[in-house]
């Protein structure tokens, strides 16, 4: 596995539609495992493969220790509405309030290749829409009132000198699993 650098706001890769997986490659199967480690290095609940500079339609969401993977994922229901503050890992340090379903049904296909269908609400429904927006080039801020985009606009100004490629580069954690081992055989 490897961390992955993540793309941030004003990368066009951000904005392009992504294109539905045909096979389960080795290639996706890597892209998956990749995409967990890096957003699990960056502390997220989510990712989508844009926002690591690929273009398949794929993401992966991890809230409550429950690890998903979506390939090819769609909202086939939905209802209710709920405003919930919202990140992304693609523009760090902003956060905004955002209407999103309440309840959705997704459809995707999982690593085996099976077709499955998964009810959320809450944290879990708000973080389906995010990661399927993110593969068909749409972004939390884009729901935000045009003088809340423009603040955020203006805050990213200054942020977005942090990343002059456009590129968050993440550091591995600390390996806390091998600390312990070693506090084990001290005992
Ligand atoms: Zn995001």
């Known amino acids: 596995m490897s961390l992955l ?10 904005r392009t539609e992504t294109n539905p997986v045909t096979e389960i490659t080795d ?22 493969a844009p926002q690591v500079g690929r273009l ?10 429950d690890p998903i993977v979506l390939i090819n994922p ?9 405003r919930a503050e919202e990140g992304c890992l ?7 309030d955002v209407d999103r379903s ?24 708000r973080a389906f829409q995010h990661e399927i927006d ?4 749409k972004l939390f801020i884009d729901y935000l009132s045009f003088l809340k985009r423009r603040g955020v606009m203006a805050r990213w100004e200054d942020l977005k000198e942090k990343y002059p490629s456009q590129r968050r580069v993440l550091t591995a954690p600390a390996p806390v699993a091998a600390d312990r081992a070693d506090e084990d055989e001290t005992q």
């Open 5 to 14: 650098e993540i793309h941030v706001l004003g990368s066009s890769m951000l």
């Open 27 to 48: 290639d996706v199967r890597r892209l998956v495992e990749d995409m967990f480690e890096t957003m699990r290095a960056a502390q997220g609940i989510g990712l989508a």
């Open 56 to 65: 398949e339609r794929v993401a992966v969401v991890d809230v409550d220790n």
């Open 74 to 82: 769609e909202i086939i229901t939905e209802g209710g509405s709920e």
């Open 90 to 96: 693609s523009i760090p340090d902003i956060y905004g």
């Open 102 to 125: 309440a309840r959705v049904t997704i459809r995707a296909t999982d690593l085996q290749g099976n077709i499955f269908e998964r009810e959320a609400t809450e944290l879990l429904a």
């Open 134 to 137: 993110h593969l068909h080039g």
